[in-house]
């Protein structure tokens, strides 16, 4: 009975306009109504839905100017996702854990303190991708000490996740062992399956001169293309962002550290200014509230709010 | 007769035809621009130069890189190369349109990849 009660409790607060509702289902994928969402409350059934959180991009290690509360900002966003009146049943990181460096024992470093301060989340299952500054610079070989693969799957409640790794590469390629995986990994499943997959850097050409793209991530979605309910969420950008390609819809989260400007809107990619007034301005992570039995996902931004 | 007559003026128009065209496609060849060639450097974490101008026509690239294989990727040409240290990487292609084409490392090099990006600007004048 507590999913419901949450579902239902998402959905009042979607209709007041905190959340956005999206639906891998045909090609049918903007936001729904709130009539829409009156209507599906009405005819609620014994789904199997949950909800899980995904924060992304937290440079752990990084100092200057665009965030001078580097050092905190992880452990505040770590305090509010604990503070969540329902825990989510896991939480996905999907990249750029740690910032670069050139030191190998500097990189486990920060990655070591990485993880020391996300044990204390108050969550059963976190599951944890590379990005380009965790794992480019040593193809990966960091991160697998500390947090495992950097590519795999696994099933929650009937939706086959994907997690994809478009960093480790230093071109910023998945490869074609990976999309081979990729591809028969899916082929185990009924095409309808609701799908989602997870990756750190836009599998699309969102903005290439920022280097805001995969380079064979159009090979990606060709395989994914190939089923009619997937959705993708990534990271990369440090804001929200939403783009389909065809029926599939991407969604990008917001950053832990500090936000970058909206997609092509100046000559370079530089971080927007910190605000001392507003010194969590521009971040957060995501509640993501998912309903296999019609591939709809809820997306409910937060922002970094506990000391 | 008139064939006899024909085949002098084949063979007049003909003599007198092969130099002129010799003549003309020569002076064509003297005439076509030839590829302007501009020379980069790749250094973590920039270009040198970081802007240079061409006019529209053909250009080779030769490009060095001092420390790493970074990228150097235009999207708008789709025009992209690794560039293995060590050795000069020619890129020739023909640019007609003029305007501003933005460039970048496009192989995670580090700290400030971000920064390494420049642009090549296409004028006539």
Known sequence: ????????????????????????????????????????????????????????????????????????????????????????EFIVFTGDLTHTTDDPGERRKRMAGFRDIVSALKVKQVRFMPGEHDAALDRGAAFKEFFGETFYSFDHKGVHFIALDNVSDPGAKIGDEQLAWMKADLAKRPKDSPIVVLTHRPLFDLVPKWDWATRDGAQAIDILMQYPKVTVFYGH??????????????????????????????????????????????????????????????????????? | MASTRRDWMVRTLTAGAVPLLGALGRHALAQAPAPQVVKLVAQRFHYTPSEFRVKPGEVILEITSLDFVHGFNIPDLKLRSDLPPGRVTQLR????????????????????????AGRMIVSAT
């Open chain 1, 1 to 88: 009975m507590k999913r419901y009660q949450r579902r239902d409790l998402l959905k009042l607060a979607a209709i007041g306009g905190g959340a956005a509702y999206f639906a891998a289902l045909g090609g049918c994928a903007a936001p729904s109504s709130p009539m829409g969402m009156q209507a599906r409350a009405g005819a609620a059934k014994d789904y199997d839905d949950f909800y899980f959180v995904q924060l992304s991009d937290s440079h752990w290690g990084f100092s200057g100017p665009p965030n001078p509360d580097a050092a905190n900002t992880l452990r505040k966003a770590v305090a509010t996702v604990n503070a969540l009146e329902h825990p989510p």
């Open chain 1, 237 to 307: 950008i440090h804001q929200e962002h939403h783009h389909m390609t065809g029926h599939i819809a991407h969604h990008s989260a917001k950053s832990l550290i500090f936000p970058l400007p909206a997609p092509g809107s100046q000559p370079a990619r530089t971080p927007l200014p910190w605000d001392p007034a507003q010194p969590n301005r521009g971040l957060g992570f995501r509640e993501i509230e998912a309903e296999p039995d019609v591939a709809n996902y809820k997306i409910q931004e937060l922002g970094v709010t506990r000391a």
């Open chain 2, 93 to 116: 292609f023909t640019v007609d349109k003029p305007g501003e084409y933005d460039f970048l490392c496009d192989n995670f090099c580090g700290d400030q990849h971000e920064e390494m």
